[in-house]
């Protein structure tokens, strides 16, 4: 089995920062992409951020140039760099990623648990 911890969530001001991470863990014999994904009360689930093995990066509009998605492949743990936050960033915030557990197998999404984000006065 594959676990995905998320954490680095909490309460913040907006102008704030937050740093997110998610360590993957289990039986993985590779990782694809990484990312992070969002929801808010009464809306879907969308992407925030996401990164390949090889470094490659894309981001919602809303986040760009606000946050930075990172990985370390070593320790299966991606990042989530949030700067300048906004109340609008208030969200549930869900780790992704796309592992292979086997040469065997091929690779299928894990998700996390989730970590609160909220940004607020």
């Known amino acids: 089995q594959v676990q995905l911890v998320e954490s680095g969530g909490g309460l913040v001001q907006p102008g704030g920062s937050l740093r997110l991470s998610c360590a993957a863990s289990?039986?993985?014999?590779?990782?694809?992409?990484m990312g992070w994904y969002r929801q808010a009360p009464g809306k879907q689930r969308e992407l925030v951020a996401a990164?390949?093995?090889?470094?490659?990066?894309n981001y919602a509009d809303s986040v760009k140039g606000r946050f930075t998605i990172s990985r370390d492949n070593a320790k299966n743990t991606v990042y989530l760099q949030m700067n300048s936050l906004k109340p609008e960033d208030t969200a549930v915030y869900y780790c992704?990623?796309?592992?292979?557990?086997?040469?065997?197998?091929?690779?299928?999404?894990?998700w996390g648990q989730g970590t609160q984000v909220t940004v607020s006065s």
């Open positions: 992704n990623a796309d592992v292979r557990r086997s040469y065997y197998e091929r690779a299928r999404d894990y």
């Open positions: 289990g039986s993985i014999f590779s990782i694809n992409a």
């Open positions: 990164i390949t093995s090889g470094g490659s990066t």
